[in-house]
């Protein structure tokens, strides 16, 4: 069964700090897409990224990193030197569909991050 | 349109009552999903349409939660006899088949 697991439910940082929130998944298929949404206190849910089960390159866009190990089933996400408006709830989430099919998504629980300034 | 629409925002409704959420998929996606959300909580999947196939009810809580999707366009999300713990909001994405959801704003439901 699909599962997505996030350990930590709340994160409090100091701006600047670097932060990491974690994600490990749980999937039978050898195929399978992994996503981080970010869900402001305005509650939409914003896309961040999206990862294929065969591009374990990690990935950088601006103070934003990603890092795929499938030998853990990990996929988590850094932010570098964070800024109050990274306060948010973050949502791991998968999906076993094919890239051209869709499918639904898996979510974790989130983890609300809060960067005090 | 531009981005997914949800109607209404808010809805306070009775215990007892049906309601009807509106969902406005971003034009050409093909695949719809319905999520909730209850306060503090991950988001709870529910139901998926994708194109013309039969959609996947298996998050569906109960028998008085349906969907309806007409070809690739709007969807209809109906809770009958609400109780006090449909309270949540109610989230709905669209996708083109890429895999990357978009989010609407999502409607606030009340039972009281």
């Known amino acids: 069964a699909q599962k997505v697991t996030q350990a930590q439910t709340e994160i409090s940082v100091v701006e600047k700090e670097d932060v990491t929130l974690d994600c490990v998944y749980e999937?039978?298929?050898?195929?399978?897409?992994l996503f981080w949404y970010k869900q402001p206190p305005s509650g939409e849910l914003v896309f961040l990224i999206r990862r294929n089960s065969f591009d374990e390159q990690n990935e950088i866009s601006g103070r934003y990193s990603w890092n795929f190990q499938k030998s853990t089933s990990s996929f988590n996400f850094t932010i570098t030197a964070s800024q109050v408006v990274d306060s948010a709830v973050y949502f791991c989430?998968?999906?076993?569909?094919?890239?051209?099919?869709?499918?639904?998504?898996?979510f974790g629980q989130g983890t609300e991050l809060s960067v005090k300034p | 349109g531009a981005g997914v629409s949800q109607s209404p925002s808010n809805k306070v409704t009775e215990k007892g009552k049906d309601v009807e959420l509106r969902c406005d998929p971003i034009s050409g996606h093909t695949a719809l999903y319905w999520y909730r959300q209850r306060l503090g909580q991950g988001l709870e999947f529910l139901i998926y349409?994708?194109?013309?196939?039969?959609?996947?009810k298996s998050g569906l809580p109960s028998d008085r939660f349906s969907a309806e999707r007409t070809g690739e366009s709007v969807s209809t999300l109906t809770i009958q006899r609400t109780q006090q713990e449909d309270s949540a909001v109610y989230l709905c994405?669209?996708?083109?088949?890429?895999?990357?959801?978009?989010f609407g704003q999502g409607t606030r439901l009340t039972v009281v």
């Open positions: 989430a998968l999906s076993e569909a094919n890239y051209n099919q869709g499918g639904k998504l898996i």
């Open positions: 349409f994708q194109g013309n196939s039969a959609p996947d």
């Open positions: 999937t039978r298929d050898t195929t399978y897409y």
């Open positions: 994405a669209s996708s083109s088949g890429t895999g990357d959801a978009f």
